[in-house]
């Protein structure tokens, strides 16, 4: 059955700190990895990662994707408390009627402390 | 333009009862899909629509959980009758094509069954 497994399940964290959340997949038919932010309500996309090795950035938030490794990674730098949330990351993947599906982690919920 | 709305945002109601939960998805696009998020636990996948059909139902838990499409816009998502388990934070997402970079979430519907 496919999976992504997120590590830590939680982190707390001091303003000014870098933080690196975790995220590992078996999936058939693997296609990209996302992440997402949630907040109070709806998570909110931060990054799709289809090509492995290469990085993508928004601010002081990076991931990147080693497909080697069936892994990702999500930074953040210079931790504001406004960071604070869960991060959700999920998977993409191909299913044999040709579209897409969609599953994800238990999240990493990170708490940015002033 | 509008995101995707799910109603209510909270339900509670005793074992034994009936729910339904309804989903807007964002205007135009084909893809609905239903996640779940018990405590602690991943955003689980239910199943998937393109337009009114149902493209993929293998994450539905069993037969008192029925979901339909009709007209392919909105959806809407029963539990009859409730059990205990059922309780946890329902997710609708929506995207616009098959194959679509990224699906949009709402909000949640919050369920709590007594």
């Known amino acids: 059955e496919d999976k992504v497994v997120q590590s830590p399940l939680s982190l707390v964290v001091h303003e000014g700190d870098t933080v690196t959340l975790n995220c590992s997949y078996e999936?058939?038919?693997?296609?990209?990895l996302l992440w997402y932010k949630q907040e109070k309500k709806a998570p909110t996309f931060l990054f799709m990662l289809t090509s492995s090795g290469i990085e993508k950035k928004s601010g002081r938030l990076s991931s990147i994707l080693d497909k080697k490794e069936l892994s990702s990674i999500l930074n953040i730098t210079a931790t504001q408390t406004g960071d604070s949330a869960i991060y959700l990351c999920?998977?993409?993947?191909?299913?044999?009627?040709?579209?897409?599906?969609?599953?994800f982690g238990t999240g990493t919920r990170l708490k940015v402390l002033a | 333009e509008a995101g995707v709305t799910q109603f209510p945002s909270h339900s509670v109601i005793e074992k034994g009862q009936t729910v339904t939960l309804r989903c807007d998805p964002i205007s135009g696009h084909d893809n609905l899909y239903w996640y779940r998020r018990v405590m602690g636990k991943e955003i689980k996948f239910l199943l998937h629509?393109?337009?009114?059909?149902?493209?993929?139902e293998s994450g539905m838990p069993n037969n008192r959980f029925l979901a339909e499409r009709t007209g392919g816009t909105y959806s809407t998502l029963k539990v009859q009758p409730a059990e205990l388990e059922d309780s946890g934070v329902y997710f609708c997402?929506?995207?616009?094509?098959?194959?679509?970079?990224?699906?949009?979430f709402g909000e949640g519907s919050w369920l709590t069954v007594v």
């Open positions: 997402a929506s995207s616009q094509v098959t194959g679509g970079n990224t699906i949009y």
């Open positions: 999936v058939t038919n693997f296609r990209s």
């Open positions: 999920g998977s993409r993947s191909l299913t044999t009627s040709g579209t897409y599906k969609y599953i």
């Open positions: 629509f393109v337009k009114e059909s149902k493209q993929d």
